[in-house]
């Protein structure tokens, strides 16, 4: 497969620029443990008004945010871990029906390598719902944004809202903020709505945690791997 500079030839500035996104989609990755400083207010500005170039449908931009930091974010997790205490999920949006083939495999090579570098055995089952209860805890960090979109555009808008996700997380990554997207939120919806006073209309999606990482922490350390172009790509010429 040709590389990037193959693929732009000559051209200094396009280079330049796939370059330059190429670093920050390999350096992004899923932080799961953070350090307590808060992100300035600017910085956290600077990402929005980033992350709101994503692209969608119709230029409806269904995404909304609500940020929190300082007591809002300690209040939040307590909401949700109390939530899940009672272990009654109902998302917005139906859970996977299952993980076939390839897919079940990446989702499996994910969960070894995260419990591999905390330390928790295969088996150790205790172990690992004690490392799920910790997205409910938003792994420690100092900020969530809640990400919602508007219920009538329903699956084209929750599409539309992931580029928007991943445009912020993106963004983040610019300017050394640490991010995990958490889908994991969306299993108490009713929760959500009623803790921040969001009307009906909006469809709870995900949440990105986000700070500065503790990078002494190992579970920070472990990288997933990609599937190769070749994997994804099925080429028609005729």
Known sequence: MSNIDDAVGTDAENGKSAEILKAVLKKRYSCRAFRPDPVPQEIIELILQLACNAPSWCNAQPWQVVATRGEATESFRTALLEAASRDNPNPDMKWPASYP???????????????DAVGIERGDYAARAEQSMKNMHLFGAPHVAIVHSEKELGSY????????????????????????AQASIAAYPE???EHFSLPDNRTVLCAISFGYADECHPVNDFRTERAQVEEILDMRET
């Open 101 to 115: 083939g390839v897919y079940g495999e990446r989702r499996r090579a994910c969960g070894y390598q995260l419990y």
């Open 157 to 180: 808008g929750a599409m539309d809202t992931g580029g928007f996700v991943t445009a912020f997380m993106l963004a983040a990554t610019t300017v050394g903020v640490a991010t995990i």
């Open 191 to 193: 929760v959500v709505r």
